[in-house]
């Protein structure tokens, strides 16, 4: 097994462990918060993500594909982090009475209060971190990631239950974040004890400028439509966007996440060796779309027994929202290997100015559409996805010569295996609830929770119809992903036949 298939699976195993986790968290917190409480929480998360981001400054990202890395890059990168977080910490700390005036929530400020205090802490694990996800050593990371977050979302469920409301998810992040270091330290005590220094600050400056210029334009487009509800449509509004949002995240964090975790330094490593970078980018648009665009067309169809399960029926509102951006999901599963890539081989200057001719046009129609309806702000997301397609194919048609018919040859497959998903899981739902055949034929919500506590007939069923089709699919249609399929039953019953029990 290859190591970049080997790192891919234990990601894998590491994402989904989490989703679990967090599957539990959400269930809970969903019930626990009122939509208004969760809301103060997400418009400081969405401020906070803004922070973080020129707090990381592209310095993990330097670390993993530098060609010609020594402990005093590391050393200087440890130091530039420090300086950065703990200065970012301080504006922060300044920034959060007036946003919590121009938001008029109180709540905020102590939300943004909390969170500050993770900039203190997270640059120490930083190198160390860096250096697993270089030598692609997903174990160990799975093995961090594990422990910080299940003890993070204990912390959160037990500090909501106990009436700390908006405060629970903040001081459970603080926690997390520890314990991750705490982690890190065993691991890699090296990398986590060391002296900062600013010998190299020069050379990671002229990277980090540019990489975390892209990813600070790109997480204020991911951000601002949050951001821009929360002050025009109201914090319920945001509350239920981001209920929608959290759908879905089920793919981004597990297989998305899975996906890009190793994507950069796969890149990197294929860079650095001089290979032509076309089959395997095509390779990872079809595994990728593969997986998503069934995932998001079943989700879009379930939207509303998945939303009652997970949050409960105060959340309904949040199921046409969730439809919508579904089709916007399907789309940036095909961008989303743009930055990786342009990173990777060292454009990162072009990469910030993709980032940008991709974000203001999103700010703009988020804004616009913010001024009719919610269900306006999510289509303008699609439109704005749309725009971002157009934008990384011409990035990665100029650099590695993969342009928009190379991408339709990639995933062309992909398309007709998300037919074939789709039309399995709708087979239960026009047998057994003949209500949802004229719903789902006018491409519309309809009520389909009407089997009690368990929604076997609405959720059940037609998620193991449309698993039972994408993989009778994979196979028909010869996806790429069937490979993949085989060669993971294969380790698994080898594991299986070795296993001691």
């Not at 330094?265 to 076309?278: L, N, T, V």
């Not at 519309?444 to 009407?450: E, G, P, Q, R, Y």
């Not at 119809?465 to 039953?489: K, Y």
Request: net charge positive.
């Amino acid at each position: 097994m290859s190591k970049t298939r080997r790192a891919v699976y234990i990601s894998a195993v590491a994402r989904y462990s989490d989703m679990i986790v967090q599957f539990v968290s959400v269930m809970l917190i969903a019930r626990l918060l009122t939509p208004e409480e969760i809301g103060v929480f997400s418009i400081s998360v969405a401020v906070i993500a803004l922070a973080q981001t020129l707090r990381e400054f592209g310095l993990g990202a330097y670390v993993v594909q530098e060609r010609e890395l020594d402990r005093s890059h590391i050393r200087s990168a440890f130091g530039v982090a420090l300086v950065l977080a703990w200065t970012i910490a301080l504006l922060i700390t300044a920034a959060s009475g007036p946003l919590a005036i121009f938001y008029g929530r109180e709540g905020i400020r102590d939300v943004l209060l909390v969170l500050a205090l993770t900039f203190l802490i997270s640059p120490i694990g930083l190198p160390a971190q860096a250096m697993l996800i270089r030598e692609l050593q997903f174990g160990k990371l799975y093995l961090v990631q594990l422990v910080s977050s299940a003890i993070q979302v204990a912390v959160s469920i037990t500090l909501a239950a106990l009436g700390f409301g908006y405060l629970s998810m903040a001081w459970a992040s603080l926690v997390g974040g520890l314990v991750g270091i705490t982690v890190l330290s065993v691991l890699k005590p090296d990398l986590v004890f060391m002296l900062p220094s600013l010998s190299a600050w020069r050379r990671i400056a002229a990277f980090g400028g540019f990489a975390s210029g892209a990813n600070l334009v790109g997480t204020i487009g991911v951000n601002m439509a949050e951001l821009i509800i929360g002050r025009m449509l109201g914090f319920s509004a945001v509350a239920y966007y981001s209920r929608a949002m959290g759908l879905l995240n089920i793919f981004r964090s597990t297989v998305q996440a899975t996906v890009m975790s190793v994507a950069l330094p796969a890149f990197a490593d294929q860079y650095r060796a001089g290979i032509d970078m076309r089959p395997d980018y095509g390779r990872a648009a079809a595994l990728m779309t593969g997986l998503a665009w069934p995932f998001y067309g079943v989700l879009a169809l379930l939207a509303q027994p998945v939303i009652r399960l997970l949050y409960g029926r105060q959340w309904d509102e949040a199921v046409v929202i969730a439809q919508i951006l579904c089709a916007g999901g399907a789309v940036m599963a095909v961008v989303i290997l743009g930055g990786p890539l342009l990173t990777a081989i060292g454009e990162v200057r072009a990469n910030l100015w993709r980032e940008t001719a991709i974000q203001v046009p999103r700010a703009a129609f988020t804004l616009v559409a913010a001024l009719h309806s919610l269900e306006a702000v999510a289509v303008a997301q699609v439109a704005a996805y749309l725009v971002a397609l157009a934008f990384t194919q011409t990035s990665t048609r100029r650099f590695i010569g993969f342009g928009m018919p190379e991408l339709v040859r990639s995933t062309w497959r992909s398309l007709a295996l998300t037919a074939v998903t789709l039309a399995a899981a709708s087979l239960p739902l026009l047998l057994l609830l003949p209500n949802a055949a004229a719903g789902i034929a006018a491409g519309i919500s309809s009520d389909l929770t009407d089997d009690g506590l368990i929604p076997w007939r609405s959720l059940l069923l037609p998620s193991l119809f449309g698993t039972c089709g994408w993989l009778a699919g994979a196979f028909l249609l010869d996806h790429p992903i069937r490979r993949e399929i085989v060669v993971a039953c294969a380790g698994g019953a080898r594991w299986a036949r070795t296993a001691r029990f």
